[in-house]
């Protein structure tokens, strides 16, 4: 009876998977092939050495980056069209550099990230998450650009900025044929902040007399390509910026912050970190100052160098019609 009973069990099972089994399993499949076919057909607008930039991932960029537009240009359709190419090829720039530092087996783990964050957290207090809020920026978008920054940074550490040596023999003869850099002129050290928007402009300067620290605002808003550095552009001399901004620069006194200057680049707001008066400069007593230099010109040089060797090597292809795509 048992027996009986079993089989009885046993052929409704199978009556079932003949029924249901077969129309399940394929649905399943239908399913599976339908995810597949979802991540084959997302759509990119560029590829280096066959890794995708998404359409998507593009068009947040994008729109960051025209937020900051002056109104009067978003009209202009070729300007718009030149801003598109542009933020491209730097998302591919980008994507070379990123490459290469999987290359190289370099990353930011995350107690590195969380450790930096920690220090950011630290120094803004209370106004870092209204910092963001302001700014319309989520957290997580934010912390994902930060670790994808300090990848870039460590990558050009390590391959770029490691490899550069200036010996005290070097800077010397260096001195001794860049003399007029270092005789009597007199000359100020300033950072900058620079971005394209006016009002822009004004919520910084609102930010500063606040009391934020410029170096760390620079590092978030600024375009100049000093920005990594806090805005420092290292000492200047008159007559080397243009007059509105020179004019600025020269007339303000140590750790105040100038006015917003607009120039053809955009708004910048200044501030000297030190002024040295004219004097003719020893060696001895500005070497280490030569030696910056000297490092400086060379790392400025051999990142060029790097990156041109690397976009020599790499296997671009953009998709047409960037601008015409839709998600």
């Known amino acids: 009876m048992i027996t009986t009973r079993s089989h009885s069990f046993k052929k409704s099972m199978g009556i079932v998977s003949s029924r249901y089994g077969v129309p399940c399993l394929l649905m399943l499949c239908f399913i599976v092939a339908c995810d597949k076919i979802n991540i084959f057909s997302r759509p990119y607008v560029a590829t280096v050495n066959g890794a995708k930039i998404y359409l998507e991932d593009y068009q947040l960029r994008l729109n960051q980056k025209m937020a900051m ?33 999987k290359e190289l087996n370099i990353s930011i783990s995350e107690t ?17 998450s209204n910092l ?41 003869d260096y001195y001794n044929e860049h003399l007029n850099k270092y005789k009597t002129e007199s000359r100020v050290r300033v950072a900058q902040i620079v971005v394209r928007d006016l ?89 280490e100052e030569i030696i910056a230099d000297i490092r400086s010109q060379k790392e400025d040089a051999a990142f060029i160098n790097w990156l041109e060797a690397l976009k020599m090597k790499a296997v671009i292809k953009k998709e047409t019609n960037i601008s015409g795509k839709k998600l």
Do not use: C
């Open 199 to 287: 009002a822009m402009a004004k919520k910084i300067e609102a930010r500063l007399n606040a009391g934020e620290d410029f170096a760390k605002v620079a590092v978030m808003v600024s375009i100049g390509p000093e920005a990594h550095r806090g805005g420092d552009l290292g000492f200047i001399t008159r007559l080397i910026m243009p007059e509105p901004l020179d004019k600025t620069i020269f007339n303000l006194p140590v750790n105040k912050i100038s006015p917003i200057v607009q120039s053809s680049y955009g708004f910048h707001i200044f501030k000297v970190l030190e002024i040295q008066p004219a004097r003719i400069g020893n060696f001895t007593d500005i070497k």
């Open 132 to 172: 963001l809020a302001e700014e319309n920026v989520k957290y997580e978008q934010w912390k994902d650009d930060y670790k994808k920054e300090m990848l870039l940074q460590k990558l050009i550490a390590i391959d770029v900025n490691a490899k550069i040596k200036v010996s005290e023999d070097e800077a010397e």
């Open 69 to 101: 537009l002056p109104k009067d240009v978003l009209n202009q359709p070729d300007y718009i069209k030149r801003f598109e190419e542009e933020v491209l090829d730097g998302m591919i720039t980008e994507k070379i550099m990123d490459l290469r530092a």
């Open 112 to 128: 590195e990230l969380e450790d930096k964050i920690k220090e950011i957290k630290k120094d803004y207090g209370k106004d870092f």
